[in-house]
Nanobody, 115 residues
Framework: QVQLVESGGGLVQPGGSLRLSCTAS????????MAWYRQAPGKQRELVAA???????NYADSVEGRFTISRDNAKNTVNLQMNSLKPDDKAVYYC?????????WGQGTQVTVSS
């Protein structure tokens, strides 16, 4: 059974930084896409950033230039470096990976941006 363990959420002041990490375990197959989504109260879950096996990345317009997604294939880990955080970035952030045709989700980690 694939498990995703997330870490790194918390409270930060506007303009600050946080780094989220997610490690996948329990699969013998290669992980295809690794991504981060977020869901703010009363809003739909949205894609924040994603990276594929080739290292290509894509970002939501709202985080482009502030967030950086990276992956370590040897460790089955995906990270999200979040800089210049804004109050609008407050949400629960979810790790998402696709292995073959199945998508898996982490349990979510809260990010709060407030002074």
């Amino acid at each position: 059974q694939v498990q995703l363990v997330e870490s790194g959420g918390g409270l930060v002041q506007p303009g600050g930084s946080l780094r989220l990490s997610c490690t996948a375990s329990g699969s013998n197959f290669r992980i295809n896409t690794m991504a981060w989504y977020r869901q703010a109260p009363g809003k739909q879950r949205e894609l924040v950033a994603a990276t594929n096996t080739g290292g290509n990345t894509n970002y939501a317009d709202s985080v482009e230039g502030r967030f950086t997604i990276s992956r370590d294939n040897a460790k089955n880990t995906v990270n999200l470096q979040m800089n210049s955080l804004k109050p609008d970035d407050k949400a629960v952030y979810y790790c998402n990976v696709r292995i073959q045709i199945t998508t898996y989700w982490g349990q979510g980690t809260q990010v709060t941006v407030s002074s």
